[in-house]
């Protein structure tokens, strides 16, 4: 390894909460909320936001923005915060390469970056990974830093589900065991155990909109409130970046496709906003699952 401090490992495996931990933030609020719940203990957080993605609202803490082909400056500006752990959170599209402005150290990296940016998101990533630590870093998952995001077991918005919604939410993470060896997406929508969406590239929001013109165009027959938004970690994905996340929108967007509710991984996907995502379920009369994982 080059670079950086020496990585402090506490005894239960956990972060390093002597040091400041590191946000590489995208867009969305969740690398906010990591940042307020890790303040909480005690701990200081340093964001680095790319520009032009990352939410306003990182300026409300110690901050500094990159873009991203300026490496040399985003390890540079992490050290001098003094993180060892990083936390990666927040929407990212996959970038052009050829659009981007590369600094010295991502011009000297070019060739393993151009290796890294072949295959689905999880090998892509996997590979984020590994250079960040080679530069003597240490990626942690928002579930590590914020635990109580994890969306956990609970039924929110109903007392019970139906066999029907029961059966679909079964089927939807069946799909997703089968499929993600594949390394195309974290979600589906099934309606009456048929799965009638899958997401890829587009995402989980485009996805369920498209669910919802299947609906208006008659492609998908029946009344509405029903069916289920399925979504879990792909099997055997590093948690540590792309975790699995809903929020206030998903519920919104669930609810205009005509959707009974969502189902997802206990222990493998985050809420945002859980205050007002749970008051969105509620608001909706649809229902929040959180399964136990299989």
Request: proline share 4%; aromatic share 2%.
């Amino acid at each position: 390894m080059s670079g950086g401090p020496a990585a402090q490992t506490s005894k239960t495996g956990g972060t390093t909460d002597a040091t400041p931990l590191g946000i590489i933030a995208g867009g969305g609020i969740l690398p906010l909320e990591i940042a307020d719940t890790v303040a909480r203990t005690g701990r200081k957080v340093f964001i680095a936001g790319i520009e032009g993605t990352a939410d306003a609202g990182i300026a409300q803490w110690p901050h500094a923005t990159f873009h991203l082909g300026a490496l040399g400056s985003l390890f540079d500006m992490l050290r001098k915060a003094g993180c060892v752990d990083l936390v990666i959170a927040g929407r990212a599209d996959r970038p052009d390469i050829a659009s981007l402005r590369l600094d010295g150290k991502a011009i000297r990296s070019l060739p393993r970056i151009l290796s890294m940016m072949i295959g689905g998101d999880d090998t892509v990533l996997s590979g984020v990974i590994r250079f960040i630590e080679d530069h003597g870093f240490r990626v942690v998952g928002a579930h590590e830093a914020a635990p109580s995001l994890v969306c956990g077991e609970a039924l929110v918005g109903r007392r019970s589900l139906s066999k029907a919604e029961k059966a679909d939410i079964e089927t939807g993470f069946e799909a997703l065991r089968r499929i993600g060896p594949l390394d195309i997406g974290q979600a589906v929508a099934v309606i009456g155990r048929r799965i009638v969406a899958v997401e890829a590239a587009e995402g989980t929001d485009a996805m369920i909109r498209r669910v919802g013109e299947l609906r208006r165009t008659g492609r998908i027959t029946g009344k509405a409130k029903t069916g289920v938004l399925v979504k879990a970690p792909k099997p055997h994905q590093d948690l540590r970046v792309d975790m699995p996340t809903i929020g206030p929108d998903t519920v919104d967007l669930a609810a205009e496709a005509g959707l009974a509710g969502i189902g997802v991984a206990a222990s493998g996907v985050l809420i945002a906003q859980r205050a007002e995502t749970e008051s969105r379920i509620r608001q909706h009369g649809l229902f929040l699952a959180g399964q136990p994982d299989k």
